[in-house]
Structure formats: C-alpha cells, structure tokens
C-alpha cells in the first residue's frame, strides 16, 4: 500500500512539473514538485531510488508529450534520456545519502549535473529553471548568473523542505519513547525502595543490652 501511495506521489510530481514547464502562471510548482523525489533518496536504497528515479522520468515524459505542450519531442530517445537520468542522479543521491547523510546541498548541486545531461531534449531553461517561466528569479538569478544556478536553487529549496518535514516528524514521533523512559525509572525505585527501607529499619532497631558475664 506504501509502494503504491508512493508511486502516485512520484506520477503527480512529475505530471505538476510538466504543468509548470508548460504555463507561467504555476511557477510556484516547480518549488515543490520535486518532494517526492528527494524523499525518495532519503529513505530508499539506491537500487529502489534508482527505480523511483526512472519511474518519475518515464511519467514525466508522458505528462509533458500527452497532457502539457512542451518542448520535448516524442520520441524513444527524448524517453530513454529523460528516464535513466533522474534514475542515475537518484541512485548515487541515495548512495551518497546512505554514506554521508541527507544533503540538500549536495544534492542541489548533484541536480546541475542533470541539467547539463538533458540538454539534447531541446529545453531552452532546461528542467527546473524552466518551472520558473519568465519570473522574478529567473531574470534575477538567470540573466546574472546563468539557468543553472536558477536550477540549483530550486532543486536546493527542495531538498531542504523534505529535510525540515522529516525533521519535524522525528519531533512528533520521538517523545513516544519518553512514558517508557518514565515507567522504566518509576518501576526500578518502586522495586527497590522496599528493600532499601527494610534495610534501615533493620538497622535502626535497638540491641539488646549485653549478658553480664558471671562471676
């Protein structure tokens, strides 16, 4: 059931980030739409990251040749490259995740990488900086200091926001472990006090006086 909610995740996400290449007027998706992914890399193994990579490529291909006029042409090329290279980029994160711990910095960094990869598809903006249209941050960002720094820092935000939201679950979930903590306390003074008092008041009874010893 997991598997299967996450795989919907992964077929929205890339259907939201084809949207967002497609219209201007939804650049805030392209901040978001990548959640899935990296959640992906932060608990899976890079085998199974890897699969989840290749999955959202292979649907964000159909998303963007049968539901979103973009730019990429439908062909068994376009969908060979825009499959296997979100799942290479999916398997080292995982690996790298695996060895060092989840870095959104890294991993944003790792995302250049994937942009320079599918520049055959013919996207002008390339992914993530496509998301953005013609918004503030890319003739900011964009027009200073290239698209794919725009890119960087989406794939930055987030990488960072699953950071936070797990963070934020291990805080919800952690303070379980504290009324086990508190039994454990209570239950090892509740056994052992008896034991202790029935010591001191052993001890604090009085002896008898000595036998005089006869003549």
């Known amino acids: 059931m997991k598997a299967l909610v996450f795989a919907m995740a992964l077929a929205a996400s890339a259907y939201l980030m084809a949207l967002a290449i497609e219209s201007p007027q939804r650049v805030w998706l392209g901040w978001v739409t990548l ?3 990296f959640y992906g890399i932060r608990v899976l193994s890079p085998a199974r990251a890897m699969i989840s990579g290749v999955f959202w490529g292979a649907c964000l291909f159909v998303a963007s040749v049968a539901f979103a ?3 990429i042409a439908p062909s068994f090329g376009s969908f060979s490259l825009l499959s296997l290279i979100p799942g290479v980029y ?5 690996a790298l995740t695996r060895r060092i711990g ?7 960094l790792g995302w250049i990488a994937v942009e320079f990869a599918i520049r055959p598809l013919g996207l002008n903006h390339g992914l ?8 503030f941050v890319v003739r900011v960002v964009g027009n200073f200091a290239g698209y794919v720094l ?12 699953v950071f936070i939201l797990s963070g934020v679950r291990l805080s919800f979930t ?9 039994i454990t306390v209570k239950s090892f003074f509740v056994n052992e006090l008896p034991s202790y008092l029935l010591h001191l008041i052993r001890a604090s009874q009085p002896r008898a006086p000595p036998i005089r010893a006869l003549p």
């Open 174 to 182: 952690s303070p379980r472990l504290v009324p086990k903590a508190a």
């Open 35 to 37: 959640l899935p992914l």
């Open 128 to 135: 993530l900086a496509g998301t953005q249209g013609d918004g």
């Open 150 to 161: 725009v890119a960087f820092l989406v794939a930055l935000v987030n990488a960072t926001l």
């Open 69 to 71: 006029r973009t730019e």
């Open 90 to 94: 999916c398997y080292f994160g995982a």
């Open 102 to 108: 989840f870095s959104p910095y890294l991993l944003a």
